[in-house]
């Protein structure tokens, strides 16, 4: 009973994964079973839903964080969502369209800050932040093509 108020009190906060709620309790020194009960009743609560947390991560991701599909998959399975599920959240960032799209704003500012460096050493920054917010390889390169020009060489 106590793990369970507990774990209430902690989901109200923010969502959270099962197993970042397991984790929780279990830093907290409750027992196996307690752990387990609580979890049960949480996600009896509708309270822990890791499919309706991945969806709602990879649409902050898109929103604030602006970041591409294997980021935001690799953010999920790390929090502990299996990856059935975190590819079912993904599917819809995955599209080549909206992916042209948040990458584009993602590098825009990042862009305009590159305008002071050689132009070949911008477009390898641009290319490689794309990179790193998981874009598609394709698509970052397309991206940094519109918003720094073409490489000459």
Do not use: W
């Not at 108020?5 to 830093?27: D, F, G, M, N, P």
């Not at 509708?46 to 898109?62: K, N, Q, V």
């Not at 790193?132 to 490489?151: M, N, P, S, W």
Request: some cysteine; charged content about 35%.
């Amino acid at each position: 009973l106590a793990a369970r108020r507990r774990l209430i009190r902690h989901l109200a906060a923010r969502r959270k994964t099962v197993r970042e709620a397991q984790s929780y309790l279990e830093r907290l020194g409750f027992a196996p079973d307690a752990v387990e009960t609580a979890v049960a009743a949480a996600r009896e609560l509708g309270l822990l839903d890791d499919a309706r947390f991945a969806e709602s991560l990879r649409r902050t991701h898109e929103r604030v964080g602006l970041r591409g599909p294997r980021a935001i998959r690799h953010d999920l399975l790390t929090r502990g969502v299996d990856p059935e599920t975190a590819d079912a959240a993904v599917q819809p960032s995955c599209d080549p369209e909206t992916q042209r799209v948040n990458a584009r704003r993602a590098a825009e500012r990042r862009a305009a800050a590159l305008r002071t460096e050689p132009p070949a050493k911008a477009r390898q920054k641009l290319q490689a932040f794309l990179l790193r917010k998981g874009y598609d390889a394709d698509i970052a390169t397309e991206v940094t093509r519109q918003l720094l020009g073409e490489d000459p060489e």
